[in-house]
């Protein structure tokens, strides 16, 4: 899970990844100061891409704010609008849940749904955002996907969110 994202241009018809129109958007896009950075990130969604087919995940980019693993159907949603840059963070992110989810099937099946709303299921699912942002940026080392101060920023902006969350989602429900 990840919220907010920030603003740019969305081409029709952009499901699906296609390289060809990725690269439109970034050279019609305001942003020109950071037009290399966002080409740069183009070539990292075609690896992203690639290595969730190879895993038969899908991506689907549709008009949403930041993104979502659907462990059901085994896509990646994910911001349509979004930066490059912020698609290719989101989708390493939510690749981690679904390294998480692979990890720990036994637990979180069968115990999640009956806690949910409980402060135990805010705080483990806290634990959850962590481990995907740490399994994402493996991912991005094995991909040779290089993180920096940028990542690390939206990382911290995210976790920030996720325990205002967890700790609204705790208070007034006793946990049993
Ligand atoms: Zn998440």
């Not at 895993?55 to 659907?70: C, H, K, S, V, Y």
């Not at 989708?91 to 849940?97: D, R, V």
Request: with cysteine; charged share 30%; proline share 2%.
């Amino acid at each position: 899970m990840i919220l907010g994202s920030t603003w740019y241009p969305i081409l029709t018809g952009m499901s699906r990844f296609d390289r060809e129109k990725w690269i439109e958007r970034v050279e019609n896009s305001c942003y020109v100061s950071r037009r290399t950075r966002d080409l740069r990130a183009v070539d990292h969604l075609t690896v992203l891409v690639a290595w969730c087919q190879a895993r038969n995940i899908e991506i689907d980019f549709r008009r949403m704010t930041g993104g979502e693993w659907d462990p059901e159907s085994r896509f990646i949603l994910c911001s349509s609008s979004a930066r490059p840059e912020k698609q290719v963070y989101t989708i390493l992110h939510e690749i981690g849940h679904w390294m998480y989810e692979t990890r720990h099937a036994a637990r979180s099946q069968a115990t999640t749904e009956a806690r949910k709303g409980s402060v135990r299921y805010a705080v483990d699912h806290l634990g959850e955002e962590y481990e995907a942002w740490n399994n994402g940026a493996r991912v991005a080392a094995q991909l040779s996907i290089p993180l920096d101060e940028s990542w690390e920023c939206y990382r911290i902006e995210c976790l920030a969110t996720y325990i205002d969350w967890a700790s609204s989602r705790g208070k007034g429900y006793d946990d049993d």
